[in-house]
């Protein structure tokens, strides 16, 4: 059985930062690429970063480079999200996601956490 727990959402003022964690289980960790993607209200799902199984490469959606960092570390199974100065566009319900690289078997979801930047 596998499950994705996210935590570290909250409320922050703009510009300060926050540290989102996915903690996984059920699953060897290190052969899935991790993505943390997030929605906003009557917005899409939009995707925010990536990293592979061993963490060897990332990639970031454009409004993010230089402000947020993804990371992993594998003998915890949990992906992290480094948000720095945050913006109130960067509010939104934020979701960890895995996947194997080949693409095949499931696709696992996390609950999501609600990351607020209000001032």
């Known amino acids: 059985q596998v499950q994705l727990v996210e935590s570290g959402g909250g409320l922050v003022q703009p510009g300060e930062s926050l540290r989102l964690s996915c903690a996984a289980s059920?699953?060897?960790?290190?052969?899935?690429?991790m993505i943390w993607y997030r929605q906003a209200p009557g917005k899409g799902r939009e995707l925010v970063a990536t990293?592979?199984?061993?963490?060897?490469?990332?990639n970031y959606a454009d409004s993010m480079k230089g402000r947020f960092t993804i990371s992993r570390d594998n003998a915890k199974n949990t992906v992290y999200l480094q948000m720095n100065i945050l913006k109130p566009e960067d509010t939104a319900v934020y979701y960890c996601?895995?996947?194997?690289?080949?693409?095949?078997?499931?696709?696992?979801w996390g609950q999501g956490t609600q990351v607020t930047v209000s001032s």
């Open positions: 996601n895995a996947r194997r690289a080949s693409g095949l078997g499931l696709v696992y």
């Open positions: 990293i592979s199984g061993t963490g060897g490469t990332t």
């Open positions: 059920g699953l060897t960790f290190s052969t899935y690429a």
